[in-house]
């Protein structure tokens, strides 16, 4: 092997030590503002004490996006001279502090002069100030902790300017030039949190002062709090009554000066008999009872009024509560100490958010131990509410269901006496008093089993919920919002309203106001049979108000007979046999006349000739050759008619009739309900003779009339005519399917009846007084009842 003869590189010489250069004093103080101000909320503090060390009583507060691109706060306290504005914010220019030895008399909350000077160094800052003495207010801007121009071109000496007495700070852009600090902060909704909570908790530790707090925009603050308040009452403001019920409230002093006073939420907790007592230290606090759970603990510390976080504190009161609380509970604690200043080291945080002070264990236990018996005292009586019932009644102790017992026996006596005509009264029991309810309590009257309701209007059955298709329905034919009735398709009668369509038509407003007035007594003479006479002695004299009240606040029970369109309803303790054909014929007639000119369709897919449908009724109508007319002549005229006609029953009633005379749509009157088609051509027959097209008022009460007939659930034939044989040469197969489609109609029908119709009448029907000469009757009445088997 041959040895490398080239030369290695000579190694670099080691690097010597960096050069010490003196910073600039811009990114001094950029430096020092970042240690100050960490984000709004901090900024929010020190400008509240501020206020605060400026006599105050009211603080208003306004924010906009979390407090980043607008921090206001106003005052109105003693203001800042005008002569001391260009030296406000530089930093260390205080008016709380001037020699060292001052710190350990220190009763204010700031003293270092850094917190405006931070913010002109990270914020557009403005401060507008007025003194007693000043005949106006002041307003000046800053930068970097000089005063800068209000505007471009301008000096930058304060300018005169109109303003009430105290102090307005306002803080733009916050961290404008830090990128690095504004990308770190949360969105502007939890700054604004972290704001509201600095509000709440100086609010509370000063009920002296009224504290507003609101985003810039809202009508209303999100923290208000009055005056001349106090802690107690700050508190229930704030965290509500729920919390604030549950509180207690001591006064803590020295062990070896007196013990520490304890007392329930609004007493008075001082010591009177202990007249040496050390006033070294004292302590304030309010605190929750183990009633109170919740799933985080709220601690506020104010130590000499300054908020600050004391861990050692937080977690002997902590330990207190494990004893109490459940697992995973927590509890709500605000304590107030007050120390010697000269016990106190304010100076050893940036922020002020912790302080040292002398004697801190013995302090915290004392304040630990105080609270602990304050909890044992409480907690010797639990109260817990639990429930028995399903309606959510509270359960009864033994005394009270033995003296139920005895109360429930005495009226079970009276009642069989008042049944057989005895003077009976539930004040008083036999015994003597034994069974009077006592004086806290008063008696309930009793409700006899003759004045039971033993039905409910929120009960739904489960064929409810599942809609019988009518066989002449498909699903997809609806036009715009659909068919109602679609199979599979639940009822939307409860969330659909039906509002009243807006129509400037004389006539169609004269015809609503007869309605309201229930004076329109004109009702086309219907094929219903009247009610079977044999109820004519139990014929009701009710008003239509009264007869409104029984169709709202009605119990289905059943369908009598459907080829009558009778049907039986509960109100109350009364039975009501109802002729619903009549009822329906007026709802109807109200429902097509307030959605008059805005009616839903039904469109018909085939769409089916006007013609064909017209001359199968002209055939089956008997009268036709009393007129005089051939019956391809009377249904020429009808068509004709129609015809002629089309826009306006298309415009006003959602008829529609295509040019080559077909039937395309139908009105839609109430969803979820299908009209039977079969009566199809004898509504369409029924528009020629029977609607009167020469008046305006008269023609569209008539035709809405015709139409509330053509939806009225009535069988097409008599009941001689639905009960006779088929003919012998019909296919069995073919009368079977026509009984099973019959079937079907009548289960859809009565299903329509039920859950459609009668909860449409309950909603919309405004009765006339004409529907009560014949067509609702009442045919038992439990009271009625109950004597009549007590005669037997």
């Known amino acids: ?38 984000r709004p909320a901090s900024a929010l503090k020190e400008l509240i004490e501020n206020s605060l060390d400026a006599g105050a009583t009211s603080i208003k507060v306004t924010v906009k996006e979390g407090g980043m691109k607008l921090l206001q706060i106003q005052d109105n ?46 914020s557009n800052l403005t401060v507008v100030t007025k003194t007693k003495a000043d005949s106006c207010a002041w307003k000046a801007c800053y930068a970097d902790g000089a005063l800068t121009p209000v505007k471009a071109g301008a000096t930058s000496d304060p300018k005169p300017c109109a303003g009430n007495d105290g102090t307005t700070i306002t803080v733009e852009n916050l961290f404008y030039n830090t990128p690095t600090r504004l990308s770190a902060l949360r969105g502007s909704s939890e700054e604004y949190t972290r704001i509201i909570d600095v509000v709440t908790r100086y609010a509370i530790h000063n009920p002296l002062v009224s504290f507003t707090c609101k985003k810039t925009g809202s009508p209303s603050p999100d923290v208000s709090t009055p005056s001349s308040s106090t802690t107690e009452q700050a508190i229930r403001l704030l965290y509500g009554q729920t919390l604030a019920k549950e509180l207690l409230h001591v006064t803590v002093i020295p062990a070896s000066k007196g013990k520490g006073k304890a007392s329930a939420a609004h007493q ?99 304040i630990a131990d105080v609270v602990q018996d304050a ?34 026996r005495a009226d079970d006596e009276i009642a069989e006496e008042g049944a057989y005509g005895h003077a009976a009264s539930h004040d008083s029991t036999p015994g ?85 007035k229930q004076n329109h007594h004109r009702t086309r003479a219907l094929s219903f049979l009247p009610i079977p006479s044999i109820f004519a002695a139990y014929t009701l004299t009710h008003t239509a108000a009264e007869l409104s009240e029984i169709l709202a606040k009605h119990t289905f029970v059943g369908i009598v007979d459907a080829p009558r369109c009778l049907s039986l309803v509960q109100h109350g303790t009364r039975l009501y046999l109802l002729n619903h054909g009549a ?64 826009d306006m029953l298309q415009e006003y009633f959602s008829l529609g009739i295509s040019a080559d005379g077909r039937v395309e749509t139908l009105p839609m009157l109430l969803r979820d309900y299908t009209p039977n088609l079969d009566k199809l051509p004898l509504f369409l027959m029924r528009l020629g003779p029977q609607v009167d097209w020469t008046d305006e008022q008269a ?79 009442q045919v038992a009445d439990l009271p009625d009842l109950y004597r009549v088997f007590e005669r037997c």
């Open 1 to 38: 092997m041959v040895a490398s003869t080239s030369a290695r590189a000579p190694s670099p010489p080691p690097p010597g030590p960096r050069p010490i250069r003196r910073l600039q004093e811009s990114v001094i103080n950029r430096i020092a503002a970042g240690e100050i101000i960490h």
């Open 375 to 408: 909890l044992i005292g409480q907690s010797q009586s639990r109260v817990f509410e639990y429930q028995t019932l399903l309606t959510g009644g509270i359960a009864e102790s033994a005394t009270q269901k033995s003296a139920g017992k005895r109360k429930a």
């Open 583 to 646: 009822l329906a014929a007026e709802l109807f007639y109200q429902l097509g006349l307030q959605q008059f000119g805005d009616l839903p369709r039904i469109r018909l897919d085939p769409a089916p000739g006007l013609r064909t449908l017209v001359a199968l009724a002209v055939d089956a109508e008997e009268g036709v050759a009393q007129s005089g007319m051939s019956k391809d002549a009377v249904v020429d005229r009808i068509v004709d008619m129609l015809l002629e006609r089309r």
């Open 77 to 122: 306290g003693c203001g800042i001279r005008k002569e001391d504005l260009p030296i406000l914010a530089e930093r260390f220019t205080t008016s709380k502090l001037a020699t060292f030895a001052d710190l350990s008399r220190l009763t204010t909350y700031g003293f270092r002069g850094e917190a405006l000077a931070s913010m002109s160094y990270v």
């Open 268 to 366: 008075d907790a001082s010591d009177d008999e202990d007249e040496d007592v050390d006033d070294s230290w004292s302590a304030e606090a309010h605190f929750t009872n183990a009633n109170y759970q919740a799933k985080k603990m709220t601690f506020l510390l104010f130590i000499n009024h300054r908020l600050v976080e004391a861990s050692r504190i937080k977690r002997a009161l902590e330990a207190v509560y494990n004893g109490v609380l459940a697992k995973g509970a927590a509890p709500f604690v605000y304590l107030s100490l007050q120390i010697d200043p000269r016990s106190v080291d304010v100076n050893v945080h940036p922020t002020k958010k912790e302080v040292h002070f002398l004697d801190e264990d013995a302090i915290i236990e004392r």
């Open 432 to 516: 003597g008093s034994q069974g009077a309810p006592a004086a806290s309590q008063p008696a309930k009257r009793k409700v006899y089993s003759q004045h039971k309701v033993r039905t409910s209007l929120q009960e739904r059955t489960l064929d409810s919920m599942f809609p019988i298709a009518h066989p002449s329905q498909r699903p997809g034919s609806g036009d715009g919002d659909g068919m109602a009735g679609t199979p599979g398709t639940p009822p939307v009668l409860r969330g659909k309203e039906i509002k009243e369509s807006q129509c400037y038509l004389k006539s169609v407003k004269d015809l609503r106001s007869i309605v309201l």
């Open 699 to 777: 023609c569209f009460d008539t035709f809405l009339r015709e139409l509330a007939s053509f939806y009225v659930p009535e069988p097409l034939l008599p009941d001689e005519a639905r009960g006779a044989k088929p003919p012998a040469d019909m296919d069995v197969d073919a009368d079977a399917d026509a009984r099973a489609a019959d079937a079907q109609t009548e289960k859809a029908t009565q299903w329509q009846v039920q859950h459609v119709l009668f909860p449409a009448m309950a909603r919309y029907l405004v009765p006339p007084k004409s529907l009560l000469e014949r067509d609702v009757v």
